[in-house]
């Protein structure tokens, strides 16, 4: 069982973020971070699920129709999150209040808008 989910921050992502969610705990990495920087989203995601982390997104379109694909090819991921484009403080704050409400285990094979 795995309680607390790791994020995978996509590449729209404000780098920002990433510094505030470590700030407070969370375990956040970036594309850039991972050396994944231009990466397509397939292999943005199939990295997500080798490093076992649930990726945060504003790519709708893109991530709706790979999760539709894991899910109908029987593959698994930890998590798709997709986030509307607003204030990095705003956008902290709301998955801060996820990552303490919400497990890893829970997370699993889930897309949950922000």
């Not at 790791?6 to 594309?31: C, H, M, P, Q, W």
């Not at 930890?78 to 705003?90: F, K, P, Q, S």
């Amino acid at each position: 069982m795995k309680l607390f989910i790791e994020l995978y921050l996509d590449e729209d992502v404000s780098v920002l973020l990433e510094k505030l969610l470590n700030a407070r705990g969370f375990d956040a990495i970036t594309v850039h971070n991972a050396g994944m920087l231009g990466k397509d989203d397939p292999e943005q995601l199939s990295y997500a699920v080798t490093q076992k982390r649930c990726i945060l997104t504003h790519n709708r379109n893109h991530f709706e129709r790979l999760h539709e694909l894991y899910l109908e090819t029987g593959q698994k991921h930890y998590g798709i999150l997709i986030a509307r484009r607003r204030n990095v403080y705003e956008l902290m704050t709301r998955i801060a209040f996820l990552l303490d409400n919400i497990t890893a285990d829970e997370m699993e094979n889930n897309l949950l808008y922000l």
